[in-house]
């Protein structure tokens, strides 16, 4: 049966690749939502040393693009430093996939998205990156609003941001009940690990 997948993006969804929870972890980032159909959650163990990715594994829901593009970055990144790490994109996981079918390229963009997140997560817990509004933000775009199928930043969920120290007060407007808990969720879950106090309130 034609497909339009790689014999590389079956092979992944039939036998993915570091799949499952790494309790050690030092990083976790989260990307997509599953209302939407598509999210993954990264988790790194870093060797601090030598700054390379000693150990990588995910968790994913969606579709089979989305399963094989999750474990493709975790196996492309595993050995190598956080430098080669930041500089991969979207387009270098298709091809390392033998290419996608263009509809699912948002899932590389996923995967590519998460990976860069939970970078930034490592920068500022090593004092490489100050908590700021912009900061905060481009964690947020990680997580997309199930009505909107947009960020959480550009769908407007988003209503305010205010910073002192490490204490973070978000306010959110949620227009749907229905996925209200799933975002807040989401929201919290992407300061794991980080030395931040989040405070979430709802307009």
Known sequence: MKTGYSLKVKELFMQPKNAGVMEDADI???????????MLKLYLKIDRENETIERV????YGCVANIATSSMITEMIRGKTLEYARELTFRD????LGGLPKIKYHCAVLAVQALKIALNKWD???GKKDLTEDFV???????LDPSTDKDLINSGTVKKIEISGRNLNLLLHIS????????LSN???VFEKMDVNVEIKEE
């Open 28 to 38: 976790t980032a989260i990307a997509g939502s599953v209302a939407c159909g598509d």
């Open 57 to 60: 594994t995910f968790e994913s």
């Open 93 to 96: 996981e298709i091809t390392a």
């Open 124 to 126: 500022y817990m090593n």
């Open 137 to 143: 933000k481009t964690l947020l775009r990680g997580i």
């Open 176 to 183: 749907s009940e229905e996925h209200r808990e799933e975002i």
């Open 187 to 189: 929201v919290e879950e």
